[in-house]
C-alpha cells in the first residue's frame, strides 16, 4: 500500500522568505502523480502544483515550485516570497489510478 | 464557473437522528468521493462512485450509506450519527486518469449534539 509521510507538522516563516515543506512516498507503481493541496482555515482545499512521476522537470507555479527526487521518493513544496495568504494547511498528496493518498499535513503559519 | 457545491454549510444534527449530506458539481466528471476530515488531521477517504459502481473503503462504518441518483449528485447518509461522527466532510471530484487532481467543494460541517 502507498504511504505518504509528512514529517513537519508545523512550520512558521517570515513574510517575503522562502519555506520548505518535506513529503516523502512509498509506493511499487511506476506510473503516478504527486500534488500538493492547499487548505486555509475554515475554506476549500485546493491544487496548488502537480507533479508527474515521468517528468524529470521540477514543476513550478510562480511563487511555488517542487524539488522531487524520484528516487528518493521525496516532493518538497518549496514557496518563496511567503504572503500572509500562505497560511494554512498543506497536504502532500499520492495518486495512482483514481485514489488520493494523503500525508498528515504540515501548518504553515507565516509571520508579518 | 465550474465548481463543486456542498449543502448545507454546516448541519447540526441529535445522537441517533438521520442526517444526509448533499453535493453536486458542474464539472460532469465522472467520479465523485466523499470523505471524512477531523480537525488538524488528513481527509480520510469513505467511498466513491465510478460512474454509477459505488466502491467502499474497507474501514468505512456501516452507519454510512451513499447514492449518486446522476452524474451531478452525490449524497451522503449517515443513519445514526454519534458524537465521533461530528467531522468535516468534503466531497471531491474527478476525471478518470492519474493526471487528474481531485476537486473538492467547500465541505459540510457537522455538529451532533
Known amino acids: 500500500a502507498q504511504t505518504v509521510t509528512q514529517s513537519q507538522p508545523e512550520m512558521s516563516v517570515q513574510e517575503a522568505e522562502t519555506v520548505t515543506l518535506s513529503c516523502t512516498y512509498d509506493?511499487?507503481?511506476?506510473?503516478?502523480?504527486l500534488f500538493w493541496y492547499k487548505q486555509p482555515p475554515s475554506r476549500q482545499m485546493i491544487l496548488v502544483i502537480r507533479q508527474e512521476a515521468y517528468k524529470q522537470q521540477n514543476a513550478t507555479e510562480n511563487r511555488f515550485s517542487v524539488n522531487f527526487q524520484k528516487a528518493a521518493k521525496s516532493f518538497s513544496l518549496k514557496i518563496s516570497d511567503s504572503q500572509l495568504g500562505d497560511a494554512a494547511m498543506y497536504f502532500c498528496a499520492y495518486k495512482a489510478g483514481n485514489m488520493l493518498t494523503f500525508g498528515g499535513g504540515t501548518r504553515l503559519m507565516v509571520k508579518p | 464557473d465550474a465548481m463543486v457545491i456542498q449543502n448545507p454549510r454546516y448541519q447540526v444534527t441529535q445522537f441517533g437522528k438521520p442526517v444526509t449530506l448533499s453535493c453536486s458539481q458542474t464539472l460532469n466528471h465522472n467520479v465523485m468521493y466523499w470523505y471524512q476530515q477531523k480537525s488538524s488531521q488528513a481527509p480520510k477517504l469513505l467511498f466513491h462512485?465510478?460512474?454509477?459502481?459505488?466502491?467502499n473503503e474497507a474501514d468505512t462504518p456501516d452507519n454510512f450509506q451513499s447514492r449518486r441518483p446522476n452524474t451531478s449528485f452525490c449524497f451522503l447518509d449517515i443513519r445514526s450519527p454519534g458524537l465521533g461522527d461530528a467531522a468535516m466532510y468534503l466531497c471531491?471530484?474527478?476525471?478518470?486518469?492519474?493526471?487528474?487532481?481531485?476537486?473538492f467543494g467547500p465541505g459540510t460541517r457537522l455538529t451532533v449534539l
Open positions: 462512485y465510478y460512474d454509477k459502481d459505488f466502491n
Open positions: 471531491a471530484t474527478s476525471i478518470t486518469g492519474n493526471r487528474k487532481e481531485q476537486f
Open positions: 509506493t511499487s507503481e511506476s506510473d503516478y502523480y
